[in-house]
């Protein structure tokens, strides 16, 4: 049962902050992987850039994806070098650790650093078809930016609010996987 990699996707402008195009973007990539691959796990990378987040930003997303990550029985990978920022304040960081989504991590920083953020659209449509945060890497060499790993299990982790888009991909991806859950 097989990884396969998502890369970086171009979507036209007017449609970067749809989340409906990317969660057919990630439903029609599922359908392909399965008919094509059978394979059981994508994983991706959400890229935020230095230059368009704050370090303060950066290390919030962090610290939220690391605890995150942590609450998995079992880690499926993990990054060599993770980034894991530990100078926040105490008081942020137990609004961190209430968290339970990237829209809550959202608020969390617009309250706290008194400003309107977007985090990148990818990332919240990796959030709810699913997809499990495994961690994040920053290289300060490489534009800066950190990267948070994702890896969607193709066959469990279908978020409950996309049954519509990926009811007829499910039952199939079930009863393939049924002998290993």
Avoid: M
Wanted: hydrophobic share 40%.
């Amino acid at each position: 049962h097989g990884v396969i990699e998502l890369s970086r996707a171009f979507v036209t402008e007017a449609y970067q902050k749809t989340y409906n195009v990317l969660l057919l973007l990630l439903r029609g990539v599922a359908r392909i992987i399965h008919q094509q691959t059978r394979c059981r796990y994508v994983i991706g990378t959400t890229s935020l850039s230095a230059h368009l987040y704050s370090d303060s930003i950066l290390k919030i997303v962090g610290r939220f994806v690391d605890l995150s990550a942590q609450k998995h029985k079992e880690p499926i990978l993990s990054p060599i070098d993770p980034y894991r920022p530990t100078d926040l304040h105490w008081a942020l960081e137990n609004c961190i650790t209430r968290s339970s989504s990237f829209e809550e991590i959202e608020t969390l920083i617009s309250s706290a650093l008194h400003c309107t953020l977007k985090l990148p659209s990818l990332i919240h449509a990796y959030e709810r078809v699913g997809a499990k945060v495994l961690g994040t890497s920053f290289d300060p060499d490489y534009g800066g930016s950190l990267d948070v790993l994702t890896c969607w299990d193709l066959a469990k982790d279908f978020g409950p609010q996309l049954k519509v888009y990926f009811e007829e991909l499910y039952e199939e991806a079930k009863e393939q996987f049924s002998l290993l859950l």
